[in-house]
């Protein structure tokens, strides 16, 4: 291998070490963000769903009473008709 071909190829294309470029001024833009009336409505639901209780205790409160007194009543005709009508919907 032959130095002499290398500097040749060098000289060729006049290869030189980089400049460093100057610094651009910096821009005084700033980002803006506008939220739309939709994106304001669905935030304030989503916070209404974050403090909502996780369990509404006016409905679950009887419930439970007549379990803990031994009074609650299924009935298994109502029960059966909506289990069955479940499975058919699955199918």
Do not use: C, H, W
């Not at 190829?9 to 030189?16: E, F, G, H, N, P």
């Not at 470029?21 to 821009?27: G, I, L, Q, V």
């Not at 409160?61 to 298994?76: I, R, S």
Request: glycine share 2%; no cysteine; hydrophobic share 30%.
């Amino acid at each position: 291998m032959r130095i002499e071909a290398y500097t040749q190829v060098q000289q060729l294309y006049q290869t030189k070490k980089t400049t460093r470029t100057e610094k651009t001024a910096k821009s005084s833009s700033s980002d803006q963000l506008q939220i739309s009336s939709m994106g304001k409505d669905i935030q304030a639901a989503k916070q209404a769903v974050a403090n909502a209780p996780d369990i509404r205790e006016e409905v679950t409160a009887p419930l439970k009473n007549a379990v803990q007194n031994g009074t609650y009543q299924v009935d298994e005709e109502s029960f059966a008709a909506k289990l069955f009508q479940k499975y058919n919907e699955m199918r």
